[in-house]
């Protein structure tokens, strides 16, 4: 790191401060994810194989790489007969069949939340409904829900794809979304896919998951506030680059996104006097108080936290790896 710039203060300036967004990083399904890759290997001892990256987090790959894990792109990347984790984010049936053929061990740790989207768009094309799935195209997530009923799906990548939607039957159709994706956003789409098909069903529960939505709550409500937002997460994270949109669409001056402190550049904060930190749903606090850390140094060394949810929500290891845990010594 280079020296730090210094910052004389006007007296009659504003006080700097740093608004810092909760709930923010980790949620249930990551957790989950990064926990059963620790497990797998120290249960079986390395290597563990992965299919895809666990979660969409540089230096949660790359942390887990230094254990042991290794990362593939395609499950005939695993020697035959070898462990492989499926990634939080989904696979489809084809995935799960080839690795099968393979003799491979398989630990899934999809996301529950993705798995109920799983759950949801085969039941509904089995009722013979015409399923819009709104979502990336090319994102592993939309790859695996859409591997699920590929007959029935067709995707939706946003709302300029709307008028190229062609269903069988205006009276079954359903829409579904990827779990990461922003809310407003995804309401913008489904209302303009329900002026087309006005009979257009709507999910059972909400498919984007409880933690994108309390994420992109809470820094609409600090956004306003803020010259600058710093939101922490990979740059193929989903739900990280969602939270740089949302911050500039709720008001933000600026918003940028930074997978480490270093990362940050010093003329971003020229002029500001409110700067807000948050982070992406697959990202590590101590990645956070990197950048809490290199804004102190350059006057930013109050922290006010801003709090729109507490969430509890915790899901338990995939049942492949349960069965296996060493029980825990006295």
Same mark, same amino acid.
Do not use: M, N, T
């Given at each position: 790191m280079g020296a730090v710039s210094a910052l004389p203060l006007n007296p009659s300036d504003p006080p700097r401060r740093v608004l810092l967004?909760?709930?923010? !990083?980790?949620?249930? !399904?990551?957790?989950r994810a990064v926990v059963t890759v620790e497990k797998a290997l120290e249960t079986y001892g390395a290597p563990v194989y992965v299919r895809k990256q666990i979660v969409h987090n540089k230096h949660v790959v790359a942390t887990l790489e230094q254990r042991g894990a290794i990362f593939v792109e395609e499950t005939d990347e695993v020697p035959e007969g070898s462990?492989?984790?499926?990634?939080?984010? !989904?696979?489809? /049936?084809?995935?799960?069949?080839?690795a099968a053929s393979r003799s491979l061990q398989v630990i899934d740790a999809t996301c529950p939340l993705v798995t109920k989207v799983?759950?949801?768009?085969r039941k509904f094309a089995a009722e013979g409904y015409d399923i819009l799935l709104i979502g990336h195209r090319g994102h592993e997530e939309v790859e695996g829900t859409q591997g699920e009923a590929p007959e029935a799906i067709q995707l939706v990548n946003d709302p300029s794809e709307v008028d190229d939607v062609q269903v069988s039957d205006p009276e079954k159709v359903i829409w579904l979304s990827q779990t990461t994706l922003s809310v407003d956003e995804t309401l913008e789409t489904v209302g303009m896919l329900r002026k087309r098909f006005p009979l257009m069903a709507s999910p059972p529960s909400d498919d984007i998951c409880y933690a994108t939505q309390n994420r992109q709550e809470v820094v609409?409500?600090?956004? /306003?506030d803020c010259d600058l937002v710093i939101v922490v997460g990979s740059r193929n994270s989903s739900n990280s680059v969602r939270l740089v949109e949302v911050a500039l669409d709720a008001g933000a001056r600026t918003s940028y996104l930074v997978d480490y402190a270093h990362e940050i550049d010093e003329q971003w904060l020229d002029d500001a006097r409110t700067v807000g930190v948050t982070s992406g749903a697959s990202v590590p606090e101590e990645l956070v108080d990197g950048v809490l850390g290199w804004l102190a140094e350059r006057g930013f060394g109050d922290v006010e936290e801003f709090t729109a949810a507490t969430e509890t929500l915790t899901f338990s290891l995939p049942k492949e790896l349960r069965r296996d845990l060493r029980p825990a010594k006295a």
């Open positions: 967004a909760r709930p923010r !990083g980790y949620c249930a !399904g990551v957790d462990l492989v984790v499926f990634s939080a984010h !989904g696979v489809s /049936p084809a995935v799960h069949e080839e799983h759950k949801e768009a609409k409500q600090i956004a /306003p």
